[in-house]
């Protein structure tokens, strides 16, 4: 067994680090970088900070990162997932709404951080988010 799986086991379901973030008002959020997920929905830890904008892997592992974005009409952008800074994936899309997961190997304290270009995302107006992001830890 590998020492990412002998960790991974000794976590109890309730102990595996995961967070669901999105914006936290609803309407438009124009941007052109860090995406600003300023509201955390759910999570187990504290490893989300709404400060600036990243989650913070706790222990060795393979994170999976998933984001959906809407933007406000039809135009060509993309979307980077980060790791400490650094382009790990990218989404690029010429429609209106990306959707993207990756998984990628990590270790404690790492970041991961997503950034876009210039473009107005609508959030919503009721509580079903159209923009969100999600983090866990899958082994």
Known sequence: MSSNARKL???APGQVPWALVDFGGGGYTSMNGLVPFDNIVAQNGSHYD????????????IYSMTVS???????????DFRKNGTV????????RAPRGTIEFEFVANDY???VVSSSSQYQGTDTARYAWAHYRLVG
């Open 88 to 95: 790990i994936a990218k989404n690029y899309v010429q429609t």
């Open 50 to 61: 709404t400060t600036n904008y990243r989650f913070v892997c706790p222990v060795d592992g």
């Open 9 to 11: 086991a000794r976590l």
């Open 112 to 114: 991961i951080d997503l």
């Open 69 to 79: 974005l809407l933007a406000q009409t039809g135009i060509n952008y993309g979307v």
